[in-house]
């Protein structure tokens, strides 16, 4: 026998290379299949924040709620998330079917609407307290959830074009909102103007919780198509943020934890203000709360692409350095105009900060550690919300309602309006101060000098009209 013929390695044969392309083309397949339902889940998700849990605080008011019950409305369920976070990743070390866990909580959850709608109706004289209530319960189930969800949702798409699609589910998700928060405020001013407010409510909770039930199915579709990776060591969560996770991670904790609590300071109390003490109508509110949500739709394609292309630290540092002026307009003017223009412009900024934070956390980490470093991401952000809500809470009943510098007086509606200035203070402090800790985690191209104007969102469509009509303008 020819001994070369025996040294060397057997070619694989025409049945393994046809197994292995149906092999990659399964793969694929799947993926696509579960970037499919990602998408729908986002419209769902939408569909329940927008008819329900963006009315949470309108709800609360009609039960005649005060600040201060606001301020607890907003944190606790926060608070009480991260600790159904950490659960979770816990449990996920013993579960044989992950899934399992998505199908309970989105259950869970979807089931929460009903105590939500029946117990203040029987109880009213406790009606905000048991309203808190059962907004912990419903947020603790879906913080159960997060953690696997966002580890699977990242497999679907490859790391260079994330960006592009998760600002496509964004996408989604705002103009989905964008439709649940004008129905559901034209159903409440009905409501209002007929007298029967209470029934205004049960009508958009229960689309609320039929568009829970659909995101679960589109979870779990997704979660028998996608492998979910496992935890990988038996250390805790204290071994991975002090031995495993990076210092430029843990600096950007920090920084989302903060800016989470300086955001928070305000967060909550800009509906009181508005319904309260500027007397606007439910469908005034749906308006302005729509406003941001258009902006967003518009604007997260660019915001994505922005982050593929020059990296997410880029749009960090792009979008924390105009938050901070965002809640200080609002001493400027009472005018309804003038108040939509800005939160318009705010649905710009919190598009590109939002999806900068998320994607961040995701190309920082590898696959086995995700579900544990997602889990710790939103548990420093929940943290931030509720200690940033509480604080507001009490800030909001010692602030004063107005403020003389010698001749010149600044008396607003309440003195809710200084406390989004405060907040927007603290925000840029934040922001100067931390943003220089931490860098890019992936390896992205060298913005060019001045180019980077001309990418933003809003920007490139107009310079691009521009160039049409004159080829100079552009750089």
């Known amino acids: 026998m020819n001994r070369s013929t025996v040294d ?18 399964a793969g694929m397949d799947a993926k696509s299949r579960s970037q499919h339902y990602g998408v729908r889940d986002a419209a769902f998700q939408a569909t329940a924040q927008g008819s329900g849990e963006q009315y949470f605080s309108a709800f609360a008011l009609l039960l005649h709620a005060s600040p201060f ?20 990743v816990k449990l996920l070390q013993y579960l044989h079917v992950p899934g399992q866990l998505l199908i309970a909580g989105g259950w869970a959850q979807a089931l929460c609407w009903l105590p939500i709608l029946s117990l203040p109706l029987f109880l009213p004289e406790y009606g905000p307290w048991l309203f808190i209530g059962c907004a912990v319960l419903y947020f603790a189930f879906g913080h159960a959830t997060t953690p696997i969800w966002n580890s699977l949702l990242v497999d679907v798409v490859e790391q260079d074009s994330r960006g592009a699609y998760f ?15 004008g129905i559901a405020g034209a159903v409440l001013t009905l409501g209002q103007k007929w007298g029967i407010n209470w029934i205004g409510f049960l009508i958009i909770f229960l689309v609320a919780a039929a568009a829970r039930v659909g995101a679960t199915r ?16 038996p250390h805790g969560f204290r071994h991975f943020l002090t031995k495993t996770a990076t210092r430029d991670y843990r600096c950007f904790l920090l920084f989302c934890g903060l800016m989470h609590f300086a955001v928070l300071l305000s967060g909550p109390f800009f509906v009181i203000y508005l319904l309260r003490d500027l007397h606007w109508s439910y469908l005034q509110y749906a308006g302005w709360m729509a406003s941001s949500i258009s902006a967003q739709f518009l604007t997260l394609g660019p915001w994505g692409h922005i982050g593929d292309r020059y990296g997410n630290k880029t749009l960090l540092a792009l979008t924390a350095s105009a938050v901070p002026l965002l809640p200080m307009g609002y001493l400027l003017s009472e005018q309804y105009l003038f108040l939509l223009i800005l939160n318009f412009f705010g649905g710009v900024i919190w ?23 997602v889990a710790l991401a939103n548990a420093m952000n929940a943290v931030g919300w509720g200690l940033g809500a509480l604080t507001g809470s009490w800030l909001a009943t010692v602030l004063p309602a107005q403020l003389s510098f010698g001749q010149w007086h600044v008396t607003p509606a309440s003195n809710l309006p200084f406390l989004f200035c405060l ?44 160039s049409w009509k004159s080829p100079r303008v552009v750089p």
């Open 167 to 181: 600002a496509r589910r964004a996408r989604t998700t705002a103009l989905t909102s964008f439709l649940a928060l």
């Open 423 to 466: 907040s927007g203070a603290l925000r840029l402090v934040i922001a100067v101060g931390l943003l220089r800790t931490f860098d890019e985690p992936r390896r992205i191209t060298s913005v060019p000098q001045g180019h980077l104007l001309w990418q933003l969102p809003l920007v490139k469509p107009l310079t691009a009209l521009l």
């Open 69 to 88: 019950q606001i301020g607890i409305l907003s944190a606790l369920p926060q608070l009480v998330g991260v600790v159904a976070q950490l659960i979770s």
């Open 218 to 233: 589109c979870q779990t579709k997704v979660s028998t198509l996608v492998p979910v990776h496992r935890i990988d060591a």
């Open 8 to 25: 060397q390695p057997s070619s694989p044969s025409e049945g393994q290379i046809v197994q292995a392309s149906h092999g990659v083309t």
């Open 351 to 373: 598009a590109g900060l939002s999806l900068g934070l998320q994607n961040y956390v995701f190309d920082s980490l590898r696959p086995e550690e995700r579900t544990r470093g």
